[in-house]
């Protein structure tokens, strides 16, 4: 990990972007072998962010910022699903990010 990561109490706009990237890099990681294995795309998406949301409680992030980047993260994904039925399923995924990167914005850098 990171050796300038500070703990989540000490600096909770920087840590929760800095977890936030890392349960994300791994959730793209567990996204792509589940589809190199021939899962569902939603399946495959749903293991991986079950993983990023563990990932970010086992660091102690708080629960109610855990639920709010993971629902952000399936909301991306599922409207950009529902508008692109054909799309890359990697669009998908980073059309998830992107709705992450905005409640990260919206709940620590706004304030």
């Known amino acids: ?13 920087k840590s929760i972007e800095d977890l936030a990237e890392h349960a994300g890099e791994v959730a ?29 409680m086992d660091s102690g992030c708080p629960l109610d910022i ?10 991306g994904y599922t409207t950009f699903i529902e508008k692109n039925t054909n799309a890359n399923p990697m669009e998908a995924f980073d059309a998830a990010g992107e709705f992450v990167n905005d409640a990260l914005d919206s709940e620590f850098r706004n304030n």
Request: net charge negative; with cysteine; charged share 30%.
């Open 1 to 13: 990990m990171v050796d300038n990561t500070q703990p989540i109490g000490e600096d909770i706009s």
């Open 28 to 56: 793209l990681e567990i996204y792509r072998i589940e589809l190199d294995k021939g899962s569902k795309q939603t399946d495959a998406f749903t293991k991986a962010i079950e993983a990023a949301k563990n990932i970010m």
């Open 66 to 75: 855990c639920d709010l980047l993971a629902d952000a993260a399936i909301n």
